[in-house]
């Protein structure tokens, strides 16, 4: 039996508030808890799956995690390094380890940067590539998610929400990152291009050894592609276990509510029937 992979992210007593003010002044009446002592560890080539209603604090997570909001306390261990501790310079090397796929892909791309503008900046920020090398490294991001060369020039609005995706995905690997956070990717898509994403992901994960953290309110999308899940709920995390073992003997209380609350893909069932 092989031995498990290290972990790759480790999450430790994860939170963050944001203070409350009312009244005349606008004085400091108490703190909203977004995050609240969050703890979990992802281990290298897995799929971690963070579930939980709107307003549970797992988006407020994911920033945290990239350093897009400052956290209130705790710690983030990536590779050995604790982020919230690295120096400036430092931080942003370790950036490009780091990318993310955010749930909007009407909102996420610029419109006015062509998809060759779009995919290449991480590269222009991060590396040498410049010119015809640029756009050869683009070109073949761009066939990594199933789009070609034809779609380098075009710009955000000639193209589908599942297209979109697809070049937030490109952007999101140009660096050859190790973790990808993709924060709720196909919740604006339609259910067949759900699927087509999905796969994708999927794929990339296996062929180019991606560590992905899955931020869903969709525990259908999240039992397809995640190892491991834990149920978050008012910023804090109520249940955690591997995937299976989530679905089929859930301890927490919230767990086995939204559990029931999930579709049941049968056209024939009826919660009436005798």
Do not use: W
Not at 9 to 25: I, T
Not at 91 to 104: G, K, N, T, Y
Not at 170 to 180: H, V, Y
Not at 229 to 252: N, S, W
């Amino acid at each position: 039996m092989s031995a498990p992979m290290p972990f790759l992210l480790q999450v430790e007593n994860l939170g963050k508030y944001y203070p409350l003010r009312g009244g005349f002044f606008n004085r400091p009446i108490g703190v909203i808890k977004a995050v609240d002592g969050v703890s979990f560890a992802i281990r290298e080539g897995s799929s971690f799956g963070l579930v939980g209603e709107s307003g549970s604090g797992k988006s407020t997570i994911a920033r945290c995690l990239l350093r897009l909001e400052e956290p209130s306390f705790g710690r983030i261990i990536f590779e050995g390094a604790d982020l919230l501790k690295l120096p400036a310079e430092e931080l942003r090397r370790r950036r490009a380890d780091m990318q993310i796929v955010f749930q909007d892909p009407f909102a996420s791309l610029n419109p006015r940067l062509t998809v060759r503008d779009i995919i290449g900046e991480p590269l222009v920020i991060h590396t040498p590539l410049r010119g015809e090398a640029l756009s050869a490294r683009v070109v073949e991001l761009l066939e990594m998610v199933g789009l070609g060369r034809q779609y380098l020039y075009r710009f955000p609005h000639e193209f589908s929400g599942g297209q979109r995706q697809r070049i937030g995905i490109a952007r999101a690997i140009a660096l050859n990152p190790k973790l990808i956070i993709l924060d709720e990717p196909t919740s604006a898509l339609d259910v067949s291009v759900q699927a087509q994403i999905l796969n994708l992901l999927d794929e990339l994960q296996r062929r180019l050894r991606l560590t992905y953290l899955f931020i869903s309110h969709d525990l259908g999308v999240i039992r397809y592609i995640c190892d491991r899940v834990a149920l978050i709920y008012r910023g804090k995390i109520v249940e955690e276990d591997e995937t299976e073992r989530i679905f089929t003997a859930p301890t927490a209380e919230y767990t086995r509510t939204l559990l029931a609350a999930m579709p049941i893909p049968d056209p024939d069932y009826s919660p009436y029937r005798s």
